[in-house]
């Protein structure tokens, strides 16, 4: 469960633990390009003065492009969430280092950050197929993965 209900919180921390499919509504106009389904695990707990503080990890695989060669490639996405804070604080609504919890709310759902961190990490990342890929020749367009393309044109070294 990804959502916990906050009087469970009052009784001590609770382990989130939780599954998201890549069509999930959570995921819905980010374009990540989710290849599996979203791996949830972490433990929430009340911190005092209506915060709540969720320690976490989230594990995605990202369908995306290599940069220099533009074959398909797959993308681990490891991500250690070390402190994300609910706060029903109203001064909290607007600082972006609090997610905002209705003072009326009955629940906590970690949901929000784990978009949150999956749409950071997955654009934050430059893929590539592999680390020494040769990417392709800028002059006839020919994978140099393969070997040279003999046009004669190929940079020695990928750029
Ligand atoms: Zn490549
Ligand atoms: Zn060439």
Redo the contacts with the bound molecule.
Sequence with gaps: MLRVDIRDLQRGPVRTEGRLPPDDPAFEGLDLGLAEPVEVTGQLQATGDGEYLWRGHVHGVVRGE??????D?LDDLDIDVDAAVFSTDPDAADDPDFYPLSGRATSVDVTEVVREELALAAHADLM???DD?A?LCPTCGADL?AGPCGCGRAPAEPV
């Design positions: 290599c940069r220099r060669c533009l074959t490639v590539l197929c592999r890929c990417g993965n």
